[in-house]
């Protein structure tokens, strides 16, 4: 019963209460809302601490009940000789009178005051009788039923709190949902590097705290007080507003989420104090096994005997997901990185295509390339949050959103990387027979493999001589130096790695100065007349594209010889990761095929090619595939 008394009925009735009439009265009552929000994660185990706070609720509505009967009394009994013109400060404690039975507010006012005061002395009289009288009646099983629902939704409260808080932030861009802002950022870093739901919730306490008091100090600003113009230039500059018939929806939106965000936090705040319990604590250590044994439905335990709170491997759909994401995800990625960047170019943007050229350059290893995402989302994040001070500041224009968004691509290719480690440390006690795949179609699966291998080395070599040409007819020195490499590759059959490094090199520089060109800050100060700079660049070849299919040449011969200089050794470590994993992701059995038949190897490395050489990893890579 207590926990449908003062965990929803009470503070209920005390929001609707404070929303009906900004006065001073109803800020108590806000402020006696957020007090039994902060509370109710206790009850159950405290009644003695909840009684200093619902007596003096009782004591306050009931009076308030009083005064306004009264008030009401008065108001009638004179009537016109009523001098509204010294009951000014009686509007702002909240005193009403009424104007239409049509929408009789003070009536609703009444009311509310009235059962506020009800569910407080109920509250308090089943918590000093106990709850036998209770046992064994309707009531008592309807509390049972909300106890169990409420479990629900302490769950559904814990997974959709962050994007409760991301709307906090985002929805009114101020100075006062800026904390929100950047604590939903951090959060989003812990999360996508060490995949644990708790990260998340980084910095909850402080945020919880936090609006409460901006809550408090919203409500404040909308009293029927005639503010001077310093304060209300204060309160525009830091992001406060007057809810009324012309506010903006995103305003609105701003206040619901900040209210939503104070009321699932305070019912999930037990769980999260235990969850960082659970996770501060060794198993070895002393006070955990003095102390009762604590549960939280965040906490997993791997057959490593590891904890962690990344509950979403548990699920069938998240581990289907994630191992497609890992497989397809990667080049949706870069292009999303690539597109970012052009979409919104400027020298941070460029740091972007940086990122993406030397993924292209380098391939890392996929444990490599998992570190560099984590500062690649680092990087993004701050950027976000620089345009975020940036437009709050200065009121540009607000892409802010969309940088986060780009973050979250980037978090999810992290959290898929870290669900596919674990899948790897809990694969070695599966049996070989839970792994084994059909075999019955695999000579047609081979046959698909090997022929798709023969055209696309085929072609590929066409391809690349028909991109070099096209770049190097172009007039400028900078395009005379693709001559080169057009005669190398038509004369020599054998082009060794080093050669298309030294090619892809040269691209993504190209690729680069025709970025840096685009830029506004660069491209105007270029028009100037009678700029040295502007015909030095001319001669090289540099101002002369004129759309974009330039860029997108480059970008394809980039592509195409880092395809040839790591696909060989990316393919194997890949399939070797993927085929540890509980299901293979769409499409493998036809890769698997390949491999298994080494097709792929008879048809990409040829007794010419130096690619046996220059890789010493191959030896140790292909024995764990096959």
């Known amino acids: 019963m207590a926990s449908f008394l003062v965990g929803f009925l009470l503070p209920s009735l005390l929001l609707a209460a404070a929303l009906i009439n900004w006065s001073v ?13 902060y509370i109710a994660p206790e009850i159950g185990y405290r009644f003695q601490r909840r009684h200093w706070l619902l007596w003096p609720i009782f004591i306050f509505s009931f009076a308030v009940f009083l005064a306004q009967v009264v008030y009401l009394v008065i108001w009638a009994t004179l009537g016109q000789d009523w001098d509204t013109a010294d009951t000014g400060w009686m509007t702002v404690f909240g005193f009403m009178i009424l104007k239409s039975w049509r929408n009789p507010t003070v009536m609703y006012f009444l009311a509310l005051q009235l059962l506020t005061s009800l569910v407080a002395l109920a509250d308090i009289y089943s918590s000093r009788f106990g709850f036998a009288r209770w046992r064994d009646t309707w009531w008592s099983h309807f509390s049972g039923l909300f106890e169990h629902l409420g479990s629900h939704l302490r769950v559904a409260s814990c997974l959709l709190l962050p994007a409760v808080q991301l709307a906090v ?42 609006a409460g008091f901006n809550i408090v100090l919203l409500y404040l600003y909308q009293l029927p007080i005639n503010f001077s113009d310093m304060i209300r230039w204060i309160a ?11 506010t ?41 096994r003095l102390l009762p044994p604590k549960y939280s439905f965040f906490i997993r335990e791997s057959r490593a005997g590891v904890r962690h709170t990344n509950v979403l491997l548990r699920g069938a759909v998240f581990k289907t997901f994630s191992i497609n994401f890992f497989t397809y995800g990667f080049p949706v990625s870069l292009f999303a990185l690539s597109f970012w960047s052009f979409h919104f170019a400027s020298l941070c943007a460029f740091g972007l295509l940086a990122y993406v050229g030397y993924i292209i350059y380098a391939f ?13 989302l680092v990087f993004i994040l701050l950027w976000a949050i620089s345009t975020y001070i940036f437009n709050v500041a200065f009121s540009f224009l607000n892409t802010k959103v969309g940088k986060f968004g780009l973050g979250m691509l980037v978090a999810l290719g992290n959290l898929v990387n870290n669900s596919v480690f674990l899948y790897l440390s809990e694969e070695s006690s599966r049996s070989s027979n839970e792994r084994s795949y059909a075999e019955a ?25 028909a991109l070099i040409f096209l770049i190097a007819m172009k007039p400028g020195f900078f395009h005379a130096v693709y001559v080169i490499f057009f005669l ?21 520089v190209h690729f680069a100065l025709l970025y840096i060109l685009e830029i506004d800050l660069v491209s105007n100060s270029l028009k100037q007349e009678g700029s040295v700079s502007r015909e030095v660049l001319f001669q090289l070849g540099l101002l002369r594209s004129e759309s974009s299919w330039d860029f997108l040449e480059i970008a394809l011969l980039a592509c195409f010889c880092a395809i040839h200089n790591h696909g060989f050794e990316v393919l194997f470590s890949f399939s070797a990761i993927v085929r540890h994993t509980p299901s293979p992701p769409i499409g493998f059995s036809i890769l698997k095929a390949g491999l298994n038949k080494s097709v792929l190897l008879s048809v990409y490395s040829s007794p010419s090619s130096s690619y046996s050489q220059d890789n010493t990893t191959y030896g140790t890579t292909l024995p764990s595939c096959l």
């Open 248 to 288: 903006e929806g995103p305003d609105i939106c701003s206040g619901v989420f900040l209210v939503l965000f104070y009321i699932m936090l305070s019912y999930v705040r037990s769980d999260l104090e235990d969850m960082d319990f659970i996770m501060s604590t060794s198993e070895n250590n002393l006070a955990e």
């Open 169 to 210: 932030g985002i929805c009114n861009p101020s100075w006062v949902s800026l904390p929100f802002f950047i604590g939903s950022c951090a959060g989003l870093v812990d999360w996508s590097l060490t995949s644990n739901v708790s990260g998340l919730f980084r910095w909850w306490r402080v945020l919880y705290i936090y």
């Open 25 to 37: 009265i109803s800020l108590v009552d806000l402020i006696a809302f957020l007090l039994v929000h």
């Open 441 to 465: 179609d695999e000579e047609t699966k081979v046959l698909v493999v090997a022929t798709i291998a023969w055209g696309l080395r085929k072609c590929s070599r066409a391809i690349m001589l």
């Open 364 to 376: 890392p290893s996929l444990f490599q390339l998992h570190r560099l995402n984590g500062l690649l």
């Open 488 to 508: 190398m590759y038509l004369l020599s059959h054998n082009i060794n790695r080093k050669i298309r490094k030294s090619l892809i090199l040269l691209c993504e």
């Open 236 to 246: 525009s500059f830091i992001g406060l507003f007057r809810i009324s018939m012309e």
